[in-house]
C-alpha cells in the first residue's frame, strides 16, 4: 500500500494569525519583514512564533535573561531594589511566575523569597525552574545554583559562600548576590573575605546606587572607621535612601 502524502494548507488569513508579533524595535520590524517577503513557509512561521515568544531580556543589572513578559522582568527588578533598599514588599517576586511561568530566574528568587516561610510552595517555584533549566541563560544558571544550595536541607555556609564568590566573579553587577553574601559573611563571623569579595566587585559598581553601603558594613565590623565613614558618605551621595549608608555613618561617627 503506497503511503498518503498529507498537504496542509493555510489560507493568507491563517497565516497572519501565526505571522510573529511585531516588534517595537524598528529593526526587529524590518528583519521580521524581510523574512516573509523570503517566502517563508507557513510551518516555519508557526515555529518561529513559538521560538521568539521568548526571548533575552536584560534585568537591572544589565545580564541577559529568557523571559517572554517585560511584567516579568519588571517585578524581578523590583524584587532587587526591595532586596537592597531593605524595603516591605519583597513579595513583588512572586509576581514574576504569574507573568512567565516558566523563567528559571523568577521561580528561583521565588523560591528563595518563600524558603523560610512556606517550604510548599518554594519547592514548587524550585521546581519550576529546574524544569526550565536548560533553556535558561548563564547568569540565570549561576544564580540557580547557588540559590538553590542556599535554600537546601544539608547547606554548609563555607560552601554557600564560597558559590556566591564564584558567582560574582562571572556576574559582579549582581548587588542581590552580593547581599546574599554579605549575610551570609555576617553569620559566619567573617568580615575579612566579605570585605575582599566587595572590593573584588567595587570596580564594575562604583556609581551604583547601595554598593557603597555594603563597602561599609565590613569596615565597620573591622574597626576601620574612618574608611567606613568615607564609604557611607559616598553611598549617601549617590542614594540618600541606602539605609546602610544612613546605618554606617552614624555608628563611624560616635568613634
Not at 87 to 111: F, Q, S, T, Y
Request: negative net charge; charged residues 25%.
Amino acid at each position: 500500500m503506497t503511503p498518503r502524502k498529507i498537504q496542509i494548507s493555510l489560507s493568507p488569513s491563517s497565516f497572519d494569525r501565526l505571522s510573529l508579533k511585531t516588534s517595537s524595535n524598528p529593526q526587529e520590524r524590518q528583519n521580521c519583514s524581510r523574512r516573509k517577503a523570503a517566502n517563508f513557509q507557513p510551518e516555519e512561521a508557526l515555529f518561529s512564533r513559538f521560538e521568539m515568544e521568548k526571548k533575552l531580556r536584560c534585568v537591572r543589572w544589565g545580564y541577559e535573561v529568557n523571559a517572554s513578559s517585560d511584567d516579568c522582568i519588571d517585578a524581578i527588578d523590583s524584587y532587587f531594589h526591595q532586596v537592597l533598599s531593605y524595603g516591605r514588599n519583597r513579595k513583588v517576586i512572586l509576581e514574576a511566575p504569574l507573568h512567565d511561568k516558566d523563567c528559571v530566574l523568577g521561580n528561583i528568587l521565588a523560591a528563595h523569597y518563600l524558603s523560610s516561610s512556606d517550604h510548599s510552595r518554594a519547592k514548587s517555584y524550585l521546581e519550576a525552574a529546574s524544569s526550565n533549566l536548560e533553556q535558561s541563560t548563564p547568569y540565570e544558571k549561576a544564580v540557580f545554583e547557588a540559590v538553590s544550595y542556599l535554600i537546601s536541607v544539608d547547606m554548609d555556609d563555607d560552601l554557600a559562600y564560597e558559590m556566591h564568590t564564584e558567582l560574582l566573579k562571572r556576574f559582579p553587577k549582581d548587588l542581590v548576590s552580593l547581599k546574599r553574601a554579605q549575610i551570609l559573611s555576617f553569620y559566619m563571623g567573617q568580615p575579612g573575605p566579605f570585605l575582599g569579595l566587595v572590593h573584588q566587585v567595587l570596580p564594575v559598581n562604583q556609581e551604583e546606587s547601595y554598593v557603597h553601603g555594603i563597602l561599609a558594613f565590613p569596615l565597620l565590623e573591622l574597626g576601620r572607621m574612618e574608611e567606613a565613614a568615607a564609604a557611607s558618605r559616598k553611598g549617601y551621595e549617590i542614594n540618600k535612601e541606602d539605609a546602610w549608608a544612613h546605618h554606617c555613618v552614624s555608628v563611624s561617627n560616635k568613634f
